[in-house]
């Protein structure tokens, strides 16, 4: 079993930065994919950035490409996104998963996540 907390969210105003982090239990982060999903209040849950098990893959979504940063550090077993150019519409609970797919890719995909965070609030002021 994978435990996964998130942290570092917050209320921000619109053009500024954050960055969130994800720490997971076990010994075998290594071996799993990464990913933020986000969630906005009367909307479905999104993917936001992937990471693969190295770190040497990553994936965005396109509402995103160009502003968030997603990265790892295997020896801390963390996830981090950094969201730089915020705007309001980024205002989402974000989720960090984790993936035990058994190759080292970027995971888009929400069902194939196995672990998942309780989420930490990001609110964008306009």
């Known amino acids: 079993q994978v435990q996964l907390v998130e942290s570092g969210g917050g209320l921000v105003q619109a053009g500024g930065s954050l960055r969130l982090s994800c720490a997971a239990s076990g010994r075998t982060f290594s071996r799993y994919a990464m990913g933020w999903f986000r969630q906005a209040p009367g909307k479905e849950r999104e993917f936001v950035s992937a990471i693969s098990w190295s770190g040497g893959r990553t994936a965005s979504a396109d509402s995103v490409k160009g502003r968030f940063t997603i990265s790892r550090d295997n020896a801390k077993s963390t996830v981090y996104l950094q969201m730089n150019s915020l705007r309001p519409e980024d205002t989402a609970v974000y989720y960090c998963?984790?993936?035990?797919?058994?190759?080292?890719?970027?995971?888009?995909?929400?069902?194939?996540?196995?672990?998942w965070g309780q989420g930490t609030q990001v609110t964008v002021s306009s």
């Open positions: 998963a984790a993936s035990n797919y058994p190759l080292d890719i970027a995971v888009v995909v929400a069902t194939r996540y196995d672990y």
